[in-house]
């Protein structure tokens, strides 16, 4: 299996444009998760989702950030419009959320970004 | 609310040595499960090893072993014969059982290894 693939791996872009971050979960899983980690913060859930349907965007930091999941295979998300306080690493994550006891969520390699 | 805490920002160790990353957590439920993971300088989050909380036996996975105190909300990391490779930060996350599957993550141990 590829495992969890999110791209791009690096953006760099400018305040106030928009950004979207796209993940690819490993086939089969039912639960997606995007979190974001900063030196202040640590890694922050900011929203999953079960089947395709958001649980809990509680984390969502604010209107800017949007996030969706349009079939179980891909999820975006996006901010609108960026500022220099979002730099930091997003992460993606799945799990399989069958059985509890198969409950580990499996992180893409990341995304970092840089916003000037 | 759940928390999980580790104390220690940094660790080193020489290499073959044995090392223990120590965390905490803080929770009223009985069952849960506990998670170390592993991000080396690639970023990458690598799962090390994983404790139920209904199981009285350590979990182990090769060099790596857990020291599980359910009584007193501790759940260390054992790193035995450490390698260069070893050298990354490490997460402790807490994964509740009731609804949400949400994970609660530590601060992180950033952790050295010395030739």
């Known amino acids: 299996d590829a495992g969890v693939i999110q791209s791009p791996r690096h953006e760099v872009t400018e305040m106030g444009q928009e950004v979207t971050l796209r993940c690819k979960p490993i086939?089969?899983?039912?639960?997606l998760f995007w979190y974001r980690q900063t030196m202040m913060r640590g890694l922050e859930l900011l929203i999953y989702?079960?089947?395709?349907?958001?649980?809990?965007d509680s984390g969502m930091p604010e209107d800017r950030f949007s996030a969706k999941m349009p079939n179980a295979s891909f999820s975006t998300l996006k901010i609108q419009p960026s500022e220099p306080r979002d730099s930091a690493v997003y992460f993606c994550?799945?799990?399989?959320?069958?059985?509890?006891?198969?409950?580990?969520?499996?992180f893409g390699p990341g995304t970092r970004l840089t916003v000037l | 609310a759940q928390t999980v805490t580790q104390s220690q920002p940094e660790m080193s160790v020489q290499e073959a040595e044995t090392v223990t990353l120590s965390c905490t957590y803080d929770?009223?439920?009985?069952?849960?499960?506990l998670f170390w993971y592993k991000q080396p300088p690639s970023r990458q989050m690598i799962l090390v090893i994983r404790?139920?909380?209904?199981?009285?036996q350590n979990a182990t996975e090769n060099r790596f072993s857990v020291n599980f105190q359910k009584a007193a909300k501790s759940f260390s990391l054992k790193i035995s014969d450490s390698q260069l490779g070893d050298a990354a930060m490490y997460f402790c996350?807490?994964?509740?059982?009731?609804?949400?599957?949400?994970?609660?993550f530590g601060t992180g141990t950033r952790l050295k290894v010395l030739a």
């Open positions: 994550a799945s799990s399989p959320r069958v059985d509890p006891s198969t409950d580990t969520q499996y």
């Open positions: 086939s089969g899983h039912n639960s």
């Open positions: 989702f079960n089947n395709n349907v958001p649980i809990d």
């Open positions: 929770t009223s439920e009985s069952d849960y499960y």
């Open positions: 404790q139920e909380a209904y199981k009285q």
């Open positions: 996350a807490y994964s509740s059982l009731s609804g949400t599957y949400k994970y609660i």
